[in-house]
């Protein structure tokens, strides 16, 4: 079936019949979904779920009433509650759209009231401004929540941003094993409390030694490419049990060390998968094209290399990820 994900006549007749139907992103508006649930199809995740995927405010609100370690935050409707917030937290401070943003689209330093001004431009209805943090690193666990309500958790990786936008995934996370008993409980805990079901990924700041929420994906979600190669069962297997009320599978690592590192389109506009035959010869490596037109500063697919020592599969993947962007190293 081919369709806007906008339109409710094409996703009614995507829901014709079928058993359950779920996301891979979530580019569809809240009010369809709404009325596809009325209508009775069987969304996974539910509506109100996605939501906490879908509205960053609705989001950080959510988490926060339900006790949940959430950034300070402020809904922002004008430049002067912006600049009210960051004369209590300091400049700069981040702005975010609620709604629409990805990798690092829909986020904004801010150094002052004019950025602010320009940011809230895009958001009549406001913007959430956070402080800007300190982070000791970036986490994500990952976790699937069947219909039938069992839940598992994936080891918690480091992912490592540029500009805003995830780079690199890296197991094991280089971190406590009680800081990762700790995310995993979050994960799980939060899973619950929304009604998650399929594959959640929560993504967590580490800030002052402390867990904080940054987003939550309710789909397979690049911080789980890893588990292609790197778990015993990958996210998007995962997610089909999940959904489907089937029972879950391992999510055990196949290897001590797994690194993914995102192939972006290089500035001068050429496309990786004309690198493919040199990105290979790069002993371990397992590439991923998407398949998408090449265009600069766009994800175009991952490399993944497992090995014994995290270190050594992390340069390994980072040089065939360089190759295919047209980069010597
Ligand atoms: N309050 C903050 N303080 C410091 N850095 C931040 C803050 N908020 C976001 N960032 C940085 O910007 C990145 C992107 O932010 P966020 O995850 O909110 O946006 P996104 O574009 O929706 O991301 P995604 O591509 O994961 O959907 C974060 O991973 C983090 O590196
Ligand atoms: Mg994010």
Redesign the pocket.
Known sequence: VLGSAAELADLRTLAAGADVVTFDHEGVPPEVLATLAADGVPLAPSPEAQLMAQD?LHARVELGRLGFPV?PFVHARTPRDVAAFAAEHGWP??G?LPRG???????A?LDGAPGAAELLRDAPAGIVV??????DR?LAVLVARSTSGEAVAYPVVE?V?RD???REILFPAPIDPLLADEAHALALSIAEEIGATGVLAV?L?V?EDRLLV??L?LRP???GHWTIEGASTSQFEQHLRAVLGWPLGDTDPTAPAVATINVVGPPDGTDPATRVAVALGVPGARVHLYGKAARPGRKLGHVTVRGDDPAAARARALQAAALLEGRDS
Do not use: I, W
């Not at 943003?101 to 986020?107: F, I, T």
């Not at 956070?130 to 982070?135: D, G, K, N, S, W």
């Open positions: 960053k950034p401070v981040v975010k943003g990805y990798d690092g689209r829909g986020v330093v956070e402080p800007h943090l300190a982070l970036e992912t941003q805003g936008m995830c993504e700041f800030s940054n987003e994906a979600h690049n911080s």
